[in-house]
Structures are given as structure tokens and as C-alpha cells.
């Protein structure tokens, strides 16, 4: 037999491999043409507490979300066994380590009390026994294969032959997870090959390493090859990008022309800098086209002050935080819209409020970030939906900012920041740089001039050229001013900016349709809710509900035209509003902007994602009883 | 009587994931917990003691956690299996992501 698509689940310790196992068995799935989308959750601890990721794998297309049940299961330890059993699909696949299997659910000490209790629970309900091997015997009935490798004698052999250093075990432990998950998909040794090196680059020791151990795992489990093995994949992309949405932010930000990043590490933004650090200077052909420089400050405060600089001496210029941080910044954003300064915010979501859940996902600062900083003044907050809109929407985020002279938010989470994904390769011929109207100014250049809304920009160290900056209101030059006149003008000369920018911006970066509006109903988000939401259309529609999915791309200023003809005709009991908060705030925002109020909502705030196993019964649901709010709650 | 394999020595270094595999002190490489040799010297809570004052901590590999004083040790040392030093992976940095 063999499969179009599967879901697989790695699990172990943070710190312990998982992270490049995930990458390396992503990586070799790419360079076969399948399609891969992996989402990582994670504690916010350093080391040592349970991780996984959960995998979508696809033959026929890049997948868009991920499902439960699970068809292959690859722990690294005894918790992930306890963690993830219910998880697991009928007739599935368990690779474990052998000398768990003793374990019991008491002895996890890294463990949750309340997850433990509810996993204790769980088994006595069902007459199960608290350690691994009660779970084992339970599965067969399940027709879940299982199939146990001593990880120690497959380490121990290779730490001798090698005189290996212990201090990087975890570096062949993740190539135990995937080579014994390449055997039972049907993958080959090339492809494993380049999924370790495409890690391992310029460490050919430890390629080498890891396919020799490649191939003590296959010659322990040859009996089970192929045993989930993937149809030939038919996706007709010819190149793939396999990246995070952070990388991806980052790729876009140096295409875009960025030159300065500002940023104080903060999950789940970080790695979004990390990765530009690597690159701050560009090279084309062997020249050098200029350096971005990226610059950890020692909080948001001055990190979005030294970007408003950076802006100011004309440099394309961002920030990128989460939502503790980005509270911080927001007296910054307000003096940015006082003076006109396009600047980028990057934010990526997380569980809130205050430090919340760190690591897990969230889309509930979303009427934080479209009311955030006093006074009102034109801003924009822009969404995307999948990694490759991620790409185009960043380098949108900049050609607002500059066009219009207002600071702009890019709204992420943390679902689309670590989750990595296939991705088409961007089309760079249909990348446009607007840096909006710029001047080199003359005698008596007034930086505020009244004569448009969008004032031509000078930047500051022009020589020959004056200007002036201040919080405080300001005359056309940039005087300090509490003229009232002079108030009225400047004031409304800078909220006008968003009729300009609502009746400019074309309409694919404000609103998307996808599927049949006049159907049986139609789901309304934004964000990552994109991917399960089209793919609750597909199965839905195969259930007889005909659907529509209405992304919501640009959340201020609210498209409420584009919106209100989007719906023309749907009743209002047909709109299902699908987002990762308690209020679902989108229908907030929606109410606010066209007096419409949705009152059927799908919420998830657990901090997981929401997976399409989930979706298609909550609209379900929806459509056949009177129930209005379904909240989800799957995943641990 | 504790057997005498690399597990019970004092000498032995668990990798903090993987406690079957780590470094041996006295011989200065990689070792097996099953592994034995003529160095072996039974890990006691007077060892530990020692490795505590000297190093200023030892770890608990039950419970996963470093223990800093004198009456945790005696606390955790009755029923847990406890080490004298620890052999972190040079990858957690990579691996376990900034969580602030």
C-alpha cells in the first residue's frame, strides 16, 4: 500500500535533535518533490521539556495544513510515547527507543502534573497500565505496528567506531529519527543523503557520520521498509524553497532593500534577526551592493527608535518583536505617525497577555495592534496567509510605508514564524520596490508641507537641507506649533492618509476570495487561519457544504467596501468567523467597520494550531445546530 | 552492592538526554554506562559531597535538575540517581530557541 499524504509526529526532548531531524527529513521529502509543512511546538523553557513537530506530507500538492490522527510516530523517548499515544492513527507506524519501554508515567520528571493526571486518567479509563510497554500491547489492537530500536546500541556503536564527542550525540540522534522515518516512507539513501547534508553543510565528517549510522538503522529495520511508503509525488512546481516563515520574512526584507534592523530577542521574532545578521552584507556578483546593518538594542523602546532614525536618514528600516514587546514600542509607532515615518514593524503573535505562553501561537493582538499608540493618525496593519504571502506582503509592508509615510505592521504568529514549509520559489519579476515621493529639496523645503497629503521626503543629512523633527504638533517645516488652525490642518492631513491608502491599495492586498461565496457558508479570517480554512473547503464541499473562505489581508484601514461586496448577497447567518482568540476579534473589527455582527465564531486560544481534523466538525457544527461559538482544543 | 560499570562510577559523565552515553573523567573519553574498567570508583553521597563543594553543583538525572546545596543532595540522593557532573550537548544552543 501506499500513500498520498500523511501526518507524522517526531517527538523528544527540546534540545535533543528534533529541531534538525524536522529540517533534514523536510529537506529530504523537498529534494524527492513532496510537499512538506512542520509545525514545531515547543516549551519556553530552555532544554529538556517535551517538543515535537507535527508534519504534513503530501504527493499531490504543498500542503496548506496539518491533521490528526498521525500515520507515523517517531519518538526519541519514553514521554512522547504517553504524550502522543491517542494521537496515533489506526493501522499506524511507532518507531521508539527500546529501553523506554520499562518507563512509567511517573517517572517522566519533565512532564506537566496536569497533563500527567490527565494522561494518568486516560489510561485507567481505558484498563492501560502507566508504562510504555502497557502502551505497546494497547496499540495492537489498534493495528499500530510498532517497531523498537535500541537508540543506545546504535549510539554506542557509533560513538566506538567514531571516538565520537558525547557533547554531540544529539547531532546522530536526530539522524536515528530520520532515518528510520526515510526507510518506512520508501525514501532513498540519495535523498537521505542530501537531507543531511543540506544540515550538516561543510561538515562532510558528519554526513559521513550519519549515513553510516543511516545505515545501521536500515540494516536493523530493512523488514519495515516502505511499510507507509509515498506514491511518486505529481507536484508541478519545478523549485522548492524549504523555509520558516521567519526565514522567509527575512529573504523578502533583503530583496525588498532593507538596510536597517533593529531588534531585542523575543520569541517567536528572533530568529527572523538572526537570520538577516547572517547576511548584513550583500553580495551580487562579487560586489558588495550594500550592507544591512542589523543592530540588537537593548530593549524595543530603542528598538523602534533607532529604526524611526534609520527611516529618517533614509534607510529602508524595521523592527521585529512579539506582542510584550511590541507594547513596548508603541509610544514609538505614535511619535513615527506624528512625523510621517515609514518604518516596519514586524510582529509575530504569541499567547498573551504579558509573557503568556511564550512559544505556542496566538492571533489575539490583533485589535491591539490595529488601536495601538495615543492620538489618531494613519497606520496600517497588513496580514499574510502562507509562507510564499509572507514573502510579497513583507516587501508590501515596505512600499506602503515609504509610499504613504506611515508606519505599517506586519501582523504574523507564531504558527507561520516556526513552522517550515515547501513554498514555490517567490517571482522576483513581479517584485516592485515603491520608495514613495522622494525629493533632494531646495531653499525653504518644508518637510510637512500641506500642499498633499504625502509630503515629498528629503532625508535628514541632506546637505543644504533643514528640517525638523518633534513629538509635538508642528507647522509645515516641523516647528513646534499649538496653533489651532494650524492643528486642524496637520491632523487631518495625516488621518486622511488612510482614505488615500483605502482607495489606492489594490484590492488582492486588501481582501482575498477563495471557493463558492454563495454557498452554504462562508468562514472570514486572516493570518494563518489561511491553509485550514481552504482545505476545510475542499473536505467540506466532498461532504455536500459548498464554502467559501474570505481572507481579510489588510486589517487597517479595515476594507470594509471590498468586504461589504465580497458578502453582497450572503446572509449573515452564513458567515463563520475563524480565528486563534478567545473573541475571535476579526468579527470586532468587521462590526466596527460595516455594522454587520457575525455571531457564529470558531475560537481557539490553547496555543496550538488549529488542525483541519478539528475545523471540518466545528463548522459542522455550526451549520446544523443553534450552537454560535465552538471553541477548539486539540493538540497538547 | 552497586555493580561496577561506568553507571555507578563517580568518574562518569551522563549526556544530559541520553544518560547511557557520556564521558569518563579519569580515562578522559567517551564512555558507555555498561562499560567497566579498573579506575571504577563507586559514586557515594561523600563523593558528590566533594563534587558539590568543589564544583558548586550536581545533577539530578531522575529529576532533571541541578542541585546546589547540601541538604537537596541528601534529599535527592536517597532515591534518585544523581551525578557528579553532566555532559551538556553542544547543540542545545542551536536546538532550544530563545523563549523570552
Known amino acids: 500500500m501506499s500513500y498520498s499524504e500523511l501526518s507524522i509526529l517526531l517527538g523528544g526532548p527540546q534540545g535533543s535533535g528534533l529541531e534538525t531531524a524536522m529540517l533534514m527529513l523536510s529537506r529530504a521529502l523537498a529534494y524527492r518533490g513532496y510537499g512538506v509543512l512542520a509545525d514545531r511546538e515547543y516549551f519556553s523553557n530552555i532544554t529538556g521539556r517535551h517538543s515535537y513537530v507535527l508534519i504534513a506530507v503530501s504527493t499531490r500538492r504543498l500542503p496548506r495544513s496539518l491533521t490528526y490522527p498521525v500515520q507515523l510516530l517517531v519518538a526519541m523517548d519514553a514521554e512522547t510515547i504517553f504524550t502522543h499515544f491517542e494521537n496515533v492513527d489506526v493501522g499506524s507506524v511507532l518507531v521508539y527507543d527500546k529501553e523506554v519501554e520499562a518507563k512509567k508515567l511517573t517517572e517522566l520528571s519533565s512532564m506537566e502534573d496536569a497533563l500527567r493526571g490527565r494522561i494518568s486518567n486516560n489510561l485507567r479509563t481505558s484498563m492501560l497500565g502507566d508504562d510504555v510497554s502497557s502502551l505497546l500491547k494497547s496499540f495492537e489492537s489498534r493495528r499500530v505496528t510498532t517497531i523498537g530500536i535500541s537508540y543506545q546500541e546504535v549510539l554506542k556503536e557509533l560513538v566506538e567506531r567514531f571516538s565520537l564527542d558525547p557533547r554531540t550525540l544529539s547531532k546522530y540522534v536526530s539522524g536515528i529519527v530520520t532515518s528510520s522515518a526515510a526507510l518506512i516512507l520508501g525514501l532513498d539513501r540519495e535523498a537521505l543523503r542530501y537531507g543531511f547534508e543540506s544540515v550538516f553543510r561543510g561538515r562532510a565528517t558528519v554526513v559521513e557520520q550519519n549515513m553510516y549510522l543511516a545505515d545501521l538503522v536500515w540494516k536493523e529495520l530493512r523488514e519495515f521498509e516502505g511499510l507507509l511508503k509515498l506514491k511518486k509525488p505529481e507536484i508541478d512546481v519545478e523549485k522548492v524553497l524549504v523555509a520558516t516563515g521567519n526565514d522567509v520574512v527575512a529573504m523578502a526584507k533583503v530583496v525588498s532593500g532593507l538596510r536597517y534592523q533593529s531588534y531585542y530577542p523575543i520569541t517567536p521574532a528572533a530568529d527572523e534577526s538572526f537570520l538577516l545578521e547572517k547576511y548584513e552584507l550583500s553580495e551580487v556578483g562579487g560586489t558588495i551592493v550594500g550592507p544591512i546593518v542589523v543592530l540588537q538594542t537593548e530593549d524595543e523602546i530603542a528598538a523602534i527608535a533607532s529604526a524611526i532614525g534609520a527611516s529618517l536618514v533614509g534607510a529602508r528600516s524595521a523592527t521585529a518583536t512579539s506582542g510584550p514587546g511590541f507594547d513596548l514600542m508603541v509610544e514609538g509607532v505614535s511619535w513615527a505617525g506624528m512625523n510621517e515615518v515609514p518604518v516596519v514593524i514586524t510582529y509575530y503573535q504569541r499567547g498573551g497577555p504579558s509573557t503568556g505562553l511564550p512559544t505556542r501561537g496566538s492571533q489575539s493582538d490583533l485589535l491591539s495592534s490595529v488601536f495601538s499608540a495615543h492620538g489618531e493618525f494613519a497606520k496600517v496593519v497588513l496580514s499574510s496567509g502562507d509562507h510564499l504571502d509572507v514573502f510579497y506582503d513583507t516587501i508590501e509592508a515596505f512600499n506602503i510605508a515609504e509610499k504613504y509615510q506611515v508606519p505599517v505592521i506586519h501582523l504574523l504568529d507564531k504558527f507561520l514564524a516556526n513552522s517550515t514549509a515547501t513554498l514555490p520559489l517567490p517571482d522576483l519579476n513581479t517584485v516592485k520596490i515603491d520608495r514613495g515621493l522622494l525629493s533632494k529639496g531646495q531653499e525653504g523645503y518644508k518637510r510637512f508641507s500641506l500642499d498633499s497629503l504625502v509630503s515629498p521626503r528629503v532625508f535628514l543629512g541632506t546637505p543644504g537641507i533643514v528640517m525638523w523633527y518633534t513629538g509635538d504638533e508642528h507647522d509645515e517645516l516641523g516647528h513646534i506649533s499649538e496653533d489651532p488652525v494650524n492643528r486642524v490642518r496637520m491632523y487631518s492631513k495625516r488621518i486622511k492618509k488612510l482614505q488615500l491608502i483605502e482607495e489606492e491599495v489594490p484590492r488582492d492586498i486588501k481582501l482575498r476570495v477563495y471557493g463558492h461565496v454563495r454557498g452554504d457558508f462562508c468562514l472570514i479570517g486572516w493570518g494563518s487561519v489561511k491553509g485550514v480554512a481552504l482545505d476545510a473547503l475542499e473536505v467540506l464541499e466532498k461532504k455536500g457544504y459548498r464554502g467559501a473562505y474570505i481572507e481579510v489581508k489588510m486589517l487597517w484601514p479595515f476594507p470594509a467596501r471590498e468586504f461589504l461586496e465580497a458578502i453582497d448577497g450572503v446572509e449573515l447567518k452564513r458567515l463563520i468567523a475563524v480565528e486563534h482568540s478567545y473573541g475571535v476579534n476579526i468579527v470586532a473589527l468587521i462590526s466596527m467597520a460595516t455594522g454587520l455582527v457575525i455571531s457564529k465564531k470558531v475560537a481557539k486560544f490553547s496555543g496550538r494550531p488549529i488542525v483541519l481534523s478539528e475545523l471540518v466538525p466545528a463548522v459542522e457544527n455550526l451549520l446544523t445546530t443553534d450552537a454560535n461559538y465552538v471553541v477548539l482544543e486539540y493538540g497538547e | ?100
Open chain 2, 1 to 100: 552492592m552497586a555493580e561496577e560499570r561506568c553507571r555507578n562510577c563517580v568518574y562518569f559523565q551522563p549526556h544530559i538526554f541520553f544518560p547511557y552515553i557520556g564521558y569518563c573523567d579519569a580515562n578522559e573519553k567517551p564512555a558507555h554506562e555498561h562499560g567497566t574498567c579498573e579506575k571504577f570508583k563507586k559514586v557515594s553521597l561523600d563523593e558528590l559531597l566533594s563534587a558539590l563543594n568543589r564544583k558548586g553543583g550536581v545533577y539530578c538525572i531522575t529529576c532533571g535538575v541541578t542541585i546546589v546545596d547540601r541538604s537537596e543532595l541528601e534529599n535527592h540522593s536517597r532515591e534518585h540517581r544523581v551525578v557528579a557532573g553532566i555532559v551538556f550537548d553542544e547543540a542545545i544552543a542551536a536546538e532550544a530557541r530563545s523563549a523570552d
